[in-house]
């Protein structure tokens, strides 16, 4: 992904192996885990190395976005899954949609919410 400007990063420990986490990780963004070009809407496949690091990135015409996803083994039954996110925002509707997105939580909100499913997803595998 080219740098964009850091928004945030999250995490969570996955009780499951990586395996399991990456494909509870595709599932979950709404794609197909034998299937890299099933992905959610609105997002391109940038850098994939199943299951260690997935790179979606997007644009539109008030901001470039991407978010990393990073799969590390904590032990043979655990994944550290992290979600970084970047984005640039592009004139004044960029900065109000900035402050709208993530100024109010909104993105982080989903964020977490997503790695929760993610890894509940995973678990029950």
């Known amino acids: 992904m080219e740098r964009l400007p850091y928004i945030d990063q999250h995490s969570r420990i996955v009780a499951a192996d990586r395996a399991r986490t990456w494909a509870a990780l595709l599932r979950s963004s709404g794609g197909d885990p034998d299937d890299l070009s099933t992905l959610p809407h609105g997002f ?69 919410r997503l790695l929760r499913r993610t890894a509940a997803a995973a678990a029950e595998s």
């Open 44 to 112: 391109v496949l940038d850098e994939a190395d199943p299951p260690r690091r997935l790179t979606l990135t997007g644009a539109n015409r008030i901001t470039r976005y991407g978010i990393t996803w990073r799969l590390e083994a904590v032990d043979t039954h655990r994944t550290r899954l992290t979600a970084e996110s970047r984005a640039e925002f592009h004139g004044v509707i960029g900065k109000i949609y900035r402050a709208l997105v993530v100024g109010t939580g909104a993105h982080a909100f989903v964020v977490r």
